[in-house]
């Protein structure tokens, strides 16, 4: 979730009878003031849909707009979108006319004024969801009168897409999985950082690697990661799932030899 730095007062209350009033509009006294001074934290797709809208290389998008975070709260690096260096500290998407890449904006954005929270239980078994309201002082939306479902407000906003994809990377951001050993940690991350921020590195890395000698990936399947980003973001999910933790969410080769770990031989 994104938090402004410069508010004074941030309240999260439960939706009461299932809807809440909003709306945010150009008209607005407040338009636009609440993009600034934010910690936004951008997933990986986030970063997808941002980089495709400007048209320029995950190093490009990293290099000019992100700042990396190590938190308490995560064990894994985190990327941040970083505000201007100016005393406004504005997003640099923001413009007097609103969201300069407002149809691919991030997910932190899309959701406010509603919070969520969701369980870690991988999505086959059923994820449980909650959502609250979230209510900044400054944010001169909630006077407005148009009323909203929380399904309405979800769909409205193009929340749902950026929910389902962000859960698949969170099973791996918030497991609890044992790492293995300590000297393998920095290892780990820089793969963790590649895989989840760095689209571009991850497609050079399987490409341009013995990978496709050493695990079984279909040809039409390559095909498709080479050209698609989200398939490769999903896909770059299950290998972090293999060589962060162990798990066989990747298929060996037959002639790849047993006796030697082949998340090392890549
Ligand atoms: S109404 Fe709220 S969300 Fe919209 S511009 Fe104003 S502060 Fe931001
Ligand atoms: S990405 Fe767009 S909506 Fe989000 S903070 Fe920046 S200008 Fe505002």
């Known amino acids: 979730m994104a938090v402004n ?68 709260s995560h064990r894994f690096p985190l990327i941040y979108l970083k505000m201007n ?25 899309r959701i406010y004024p509603l919070g969520r929270a969701a369980s870690n239980a991988p999505i086959r078994t059923g994820r449980q969801e909650k959502f609250f309201i979230v209510e900044e002082e400054h944010c001169l939306g909630f006077q407005e009168t148009r009323e909203w479902s929380v399904e309405e407000w979800l769909a409205n906003q193009g929340v749902n897409e950026y929910n389902a994809m962000n859960d698949l990377w969170s099973e ?5 999985k044992d790492l293995g050993p300590a000297k393998d940690i920095q290892k780990k991350m820089q793969m963790f950082s590649m895989a989840s921020y760095n689209l571009d590195r991850f497609r050079e890395f399987i490409f341009e690697s013995r990978f496709f000698q050493l695990f079984q990936v279909e040809e039409e399947k390559r ?26 969410t990747i298929e ?14 890549v």
């Open 252 to 265: 060996l080769r037959e002639k790849t030899l047993d006796s030697e770990d082949p998340r090392r031989r």
């Open 223 to 248: 095909e498709v990661l080479a050209s698609e980003d989200v398939e490769l973001m999903k896909f770059a999910f299950e290998w972090l799932k293999y060589s962060l933790f162990g798990e066989k």
């Open 5 to 72: 730095d410069t508010q004074k007062e941030v309240v999260f209350k439960p939706i009461t009878n299932l809807t809440f009033h909003f709306q945010c509009h150009k008209g607005i006294a407040c338009f636009t003031h609440c993009c600034a001074a934010l910690n936004l934290v951008l997933t990986p797709y986030d970063i997808i849909r941002l980089k495709q809208h400007l048209k320029i290389s995950s190093d490009e998008f990293l290099d000019r707009y992100t700042e990396t975070k190590y938190t308490k």
């Open 85 to 109: 260096q100016d005393e406004g500290a504005k997003c640099p998407f923001v413009t007097s006319d609103g969201c300069n890449v407002y149809p691919d904006r991030p997910g932190a954005c």
């Open 172 to 176: 791996i951001l918030t497991s609890t």
